[in-house]
């Protein structure tokens, strides 16, 4: 949305041609939102469930939508982005942890990691609806695609009272014979005798009463083990890694980077931003399946490998231009910034959207997401605000501090991060905090009988 706007004219005209900080405020809004959006997740979606979670940040991105299509100065847009920033973060904080709760075991992988990659399908219609209406003579350009972002925010609403509640967070609040109806209904066709259902139900029930039988100290609990404390680490981490590897100015500044290498006209930086985003979504489709195939940590590591390649490659185009103005130079920073959306999807869009949740128990897993946001939050404001201003006043040699930046990221994933792939959402937790008491493992005889039921299905 942002990307598209920028580009538009009437936009820049209406706002005064932002520049610097001022346009690291207008796309800063959006994080500082997320940030008063975080103390709404858990709240909400651990007590009155994750239907309701998901309805409230639906219906605050309604609100935010309506006042930035409304907006008539400065400050009611960037309002309006706040509004937008609080309700998304509390749709996906609650999002992810619903799909990664209702999934079969055997699609749970896929489901997850295709959560997030619908990032892109709202980018490519925000990018091809600028795209249509820039040529709009008057501030409906901008108008228009700002107040059509709410409308799958309306369809979630709407339909939401439609889907099943987890049934985890059902066992967690007493509720465990509907908990074992939407178990047999969606993942037993209707089988009260299905083993895979049966045995979801008992290592729910097991898992879920054995965390009751220790302390809840809500945030803190988060640091409250050597498990808990990687956990922390691995948070702050893949947030740094998600924000902090040349994505903010592919993500948010496309248009004044293509303006550095000569493509100025509305036409040019719509159509490259319509057209970018349908390969980012292509490409995070494909990528979703791949979690399951070949692991996590797997795609973590190329797919940060590859954003420092592309990096690289931006840097020296980019440098060539500046200094030759060749066109050629400038030809293939574009390339390249095409390029980058994939190579973060790989490891950073929906295989990211699923590590997080399942590294997290129950207990801790709205609360953990929060804190993943907050952080993540955190450094999209500081990027946010540090990227106009180094486009500005140093250019192209902003870039190589996301070169160097990259290799240390790929480092402390190395050392830090475990493969999740292969165990059940409840073993995830032994990769952690080590196998349960005897007295607590009421599952583990039966995970040979789930592993072999998914694989058969």
Same mark, same amino acid.
């Given at each position: 949305?942002?990307?598209?706007?920028?580009?538009?004219?009437?936009?820049?005209?209406?706002?005064?041609?932002? /520049?610097?900080?001022?346009?690291?405020?207008?796309?800063?809004?959006?994080?500082?939102?997320?940030?008063?959006?975080? !103390?709404?997740?858990?709240?909400?979606?651990?007590?009155?469930?994750?239907?309701?979670?998901?309805?409230?940040?639906?219906?605050?991105?309604?609100?935010?939508?309506?006042?930035?299509?409304?907006?008539?100065?400065?400050?009611? @847009?960037?309002?309006?982005?706040?509004?937008?920033?609080?309700?998304?973060? =509390?749709?996906?904080?609650?999002?992810?942890?619903?799909?990664?709760?209702?999934?079969?075991?055997?699609?749970?992988?896929?489901?997850?990691?295709?959560?997030?990659? !619908?990032? &892109?399908?709202? &980018?490519? /219609?925000?990018?091809?609806?600028?795209?249509?209406?820039?040529?709009?003579?008057?501030?409906?350009?901008?108008?228009?695609?700002?107040?059509?972002?709410?409308?799958?925010?309306?369809?979630?609403?709407?339909?939401?009272?439609?889907?099943?509640?987890?049934?985890?967070?059902?066992?967690?609040?007493?509720?465990?014979?509907?908990?074992?109806?939407?178990?047999?209904?969606?993942?037993? %066709?209707?089988?009260?005798?299905?083993? =895979?259902?049966?045995?979801?139900?008992?290592?729910?029930?097991?898992?879920?009463?054995?965390?009751?039988?220790?302390?809840? /100290?809500?945030?803190?609990?988060?640091?409250?083990?050597?498990?808990?404390?990687?956990?922390?680490?691995?948070?702050?981490?893949?947030?740094?890694? &998600?924000?902090?590897?040349?994505?903010?100015?592919? +993500?948010?500044?496309?248009?004044?980077?293509?303006?550095?290498? *000569?493509?100025? +006209?509305?036409?040019?930086?719509?159509?490259?931003?319509?057209?970018?985003?349908?390969?980012?979504? !292509?490409?995070?489709?494909?990528?979703?399946?791949?979690?399951?195939?070949?692991?996590?940590?797997?795609?973590?590591?190329? &797919?940060?490998?590859?954003?420092?390649?592309?990096?690289?490659?931006?840097?020296?185009?980019?440098?060539?231009?500046?200094?030759?103005? +060749?066109?050629?130079? *400038?030809?293939?920073?574009?390339?390249?910034?095409?390029?980058?959306?994939?190579?973060?999807?790989?490891?950073?869009?929906?295989?990211?959207?699923?590590?997080?949740? %399942?590294?997290?128990?129950?207990?801790?897993?709205?609360?953990?997401?929060?804190? @993943?946001?907050?952080?993540?939050?955190?450094?999209?404001?500081?990027?946010?605000?540090?990227?106009?201003?180094?486009?500005?006043?140093?250019?192209?040699?902003?870039?190589?501090?996301?070169?160097?930046?990259?290799?240390?990221?790929?480092?402390?994933?190395?050392?830090?991060?475990?493969?999740?792939?292969?165990?059940?959402?409840?073993?995830?937790?032994?990769? @952690?905090?080590?196998?349960?008491?005897?007295?607590?493992?009421?599952?583990?005889?039966?995970?040979?009988? %789930?592993?072999?039921?998914?694989?058969?299905?």
């Amino acid at each position: 949305m942002m990307n598209g706007l920028q580009s538009v004219s009437h936009w820049q005209s209406y706002f005064g041609n932002p /520049t610097g900080a001022v346009l690291g405020i207008f796309n800063a809004a959006y994080p500082l939102g997320g940030i008063a959006g975080v !103390f709404i997740i858990s709240p909400v979606a651990d007590r009155w469930g994750r239907r309701i979670g998901l309805a409230v940040g639906a219906a605050l991105c309604c609100l935010g939508a309506a006042l930035q299509g409304g907006a008539i100065n400065l400050a009611m @847009f960037v309002i309006s982005r706040v509004i937008i920033g609080a309700g998304s973060v =509390v749709v996906a904080g609650v999002g992810a942890p619903y799909i990664t709760e209702i999934a079969h075991p055997a699609q749970r992988g896929t489901a997850t990691a295709l959560f997030l990659t !619908f990032y &892109s399908l709202g &980018s490519i /219609t925000a990018g091809w609806t600028t795209f249509g209406t820039f040529r709009i003579d008057g501030a409906a350009a901008w108008r228009i695609p700002s107040t059509l972002q709410g409308l799958p925010s309306v369809i979630q609403v709407l339909l939401v009272w439609f889907v099943p509640e987890s049934p985890r967070w059902l066992v967690s609040h007493g509720r465990g014979a509907e908990a074992l109806d939407m178990l047999v209904t969606y993942h037993g %066709e209707g089988d009260h005798n299905d083993p =895979v259902a049966l045995f979801e139900y008992a290592e729910i029930t097991a898992a879920l009463g054995a965390e009751q039988e220790e302390p809840r /100290t809500k945030l803190l609990e988060l640091f409250s083990t050597p498990g808990n404390r990687k956990r922390v680490v691995i948070i702050v981490w893949a947030a740094i890694c &998600s924000q902090m590897s040349g994505n903010a100015f592919v +993500s948010y500044y496309l248009s004044p980077i293509l303006s550095s290498v *000569g493509l100025k +006209s509305d036409l040019q930086q719509t159509l490259i931003n319509a057209t970018s985003q349908m390969l980012s979504w !292509f490409t995070a489709l494909y990528f979703a399946t791949l979690p399951e195939k070949v692991g996590r940590r797997t795609l973590f590591l190329w &797919s940060l490998g590859l954003m420092w390649v592309v990096d690289i490659a931006i840097t020296a185009g980019s440098a060539e231009f500046a200094k030759n103005g +060749s066109k050629a130079a *400038g030809y293939a920073v574009v390339v390249f910034l095409y390029l980058f959306s994939p190579a973060y999807n790989l490891g950073f869009n929906g295989n990211l959207g699923l590590y997080i949740p %399942e590294i997290l128990p129950y207990r801790l897993r709205t609360v953990g997401l929060s804190f @993943f946001y907050f952080v993540q939050f955190c450094f999209m404001i500081l990027s946010n605000f540090a990227v106009p201003v180094g486009l500005k006043n140093i250019q192209w040699r902003l870039y190589t501090i996301f070169v160097a930046w990259v290799v240390v990221e790929f480092v402390g994933v190395y050392f830090l991060f475990p493969e999740t792939k292969g165990p059940p959402l409840e073993e995830i937790a032994h990769i @952690f905090d080590g196998p349960p008491p005897a007295h607590l493992n009421k599952t583990s005889e039966l995970y040979d009988i %789930e592993k072999v039921e998914v694989e058969a299905r």
